[in-house]
């Protein structure tokens, strides 16, 4: 259970997704992770200057508010549980990105009609 605005949050009523214990910290961690792995990529990466510019200002409303509501409210995208599910990919995807190098020309051109749908 979790207190929001006095009252005592018992299920996030989402099949499978428990109430988180420590919503405060659980995004603080997530939001310094993701920092941290998108600070190893180069600068002129589109993925590292959104995702950075998200991420701060997700987490300062994290650090600025001390009720979850407030934080559900400012941030817009779902419960806090959900929030952290969202870091949590957010988390796994910046890793990937990094791991991959994804921000690299390509080594082989892509076939001319690549992009183009319908494929003719």
Same mark, same amino acid.
């Given at each position: /259970?979790?207190?929001?605005?006095?009252?005592?949050?018992?299920?996030?009523? &989402?099949?499978?997704?428990?109430?988180?214990?420590?919503?405060?910290?659980?995004?603080?961690? &997530?939001?310094?992770?993701? &920092?941290?792995?998108?600070?190893? /990529?180069?600068?002129?990466?589109?993925?590292? =200057?959104?995702?950075?510019?998200?991420?701060? $200002?997700?987490?300062?409303?994290?650090? =600025?508010?001390? +009720?979850?509501?407030?934080?559900? +409210? =400012?941030?817009?995208?779902?419960?806090? $549980? $959900?929030?952290?599910?969202?870091?949590?990919?957010?988390?796994? &995807?910046? =890793?990937?990105?990094?791991?991959?190098?994804?921000?690299?020309?390509?080594?082989?051109?892509?076939?001319?009609?690549?992009?183009?749908?319908?494929?003719?």
């Amino acid at each position: /259970m979790i207190a929001m605005s006095g009252a005592i949050k018992k299920t996030t009523g &989402l099949t499978g997704l428990l109430v988180a214990r420590n919503a405060h910290y659980s995004l603080t961690r &997530l939001y310094n992770k993701i &920092l941290k792995t998108l600070a190893k /990529m180069p600068d002129e990466s589109a993925y590292k =200057k959104y995702t950075t510019e998200t991420v701060n $200002e997700r987490l300062a409303i994290v650090m =600025k508010e001390k +009720d979850v509501k407030a934080i559900e +409210d =400012k941030i817009n995208c779902g419960q806090i $549980e $959900e929030v952290i599910v969202q870091a949590e990919n957010e988390l796994a &995807l910046s =890793k990937r990105i990094a791991e991959t190098r994804a921000w690299e020309p390509l080594i082989t051109k892509p076939p001319i009609n690549q992009w183009k749908w319908p494929h003719v």
